[in-house]
């Protein structure tokens, strides 16, 4: 009933955060209807962000130039950095529009279950960002889950071991268990604006 083609466009929509397989046939037939005019546009999109969006270099956010923009705007206060899990997680941040510092993504959680170790996050190009002298505060800004805890505790005292000793989190008005970036913005900027000493 359907091509062999059409099977796979449908299971790589499904592999995709939030989607299954029902969406992922809505989303093909959606463009497949539309071929003439949203398929184009949508496959130009992605050649062009395959080629021209990168890893920032100072902090890990997604952008077409490195340094990122926020990681160049001079507005920024130098002397804070808000560690998060994710891109999305600084994106949601980003969104209430209350934090005025830079940013530094990890790109993942300690997790010993997933063999996730120090030395697959970005951790020692945070320690070195510390290491210039210019950070005075560290918000620690990951997951309420067990794996954010974890990393936030090791980060803790490696950033003690470097002398920086103002280490907040964000204030538990973020529910255990819950990810930032399904967060809305009022949640997120109190959140922030209450943190606490770690």
């Known amino acids: 009933m359907i091509s062999d083609e059409l099977k796979t466009l449908i299971q790589l929509f499904s592999k995709l955060p939030g989607l299954g397989p029902r969406s992922g046939k809505r989303i093909a037939l959606h463009l497949l209807q539309n071929r003439t005019t949203t398929l184009p546009a949508l496959t130009e999109s992605l050649q062009i962000v395959e080629v021209k969006v990168k890893d920032c270099g100072t902090c890990g956010n997604l952008d077409s130039q490195d340094p990122c923009t926020l990681c160049q705007d001079a507005r920024r206060d130098p002397s804070v950095i808000c560690v998060v899990e994710s891109v999305g997680d600084l994106w949601a941040l980003e969104r209430t529009a209350s934090y005025k510092g830079y940013y530094h993504v990890l790109g993942g959680v300690l997790s010993a279950l997933d063999g996730v170790g120090p030395e697959d996050l970005r951790l020692s190009s945070l320690l070195q960002r510390c290491q210039r ?14 794996e954010g805890q974890t990393t936030s505790h090791y980060l803790t005292e490696r950033l003690k071991e470097l002398g920086i000793t103002h280490i907040s989190s964000l204030a538990r008005g973020v529910p255990v268990g819950g990810e930032l970036d399904y967060l809305d913005e009022g949640t997120l900027s109190t959140a922030l604006l209450s943190r606490r000493a770690v």
């Open 133 to 146: 002298g210019e950070v005075r505060e560290i918000i620690l800004a990951l997951n309420a889950t067990v």
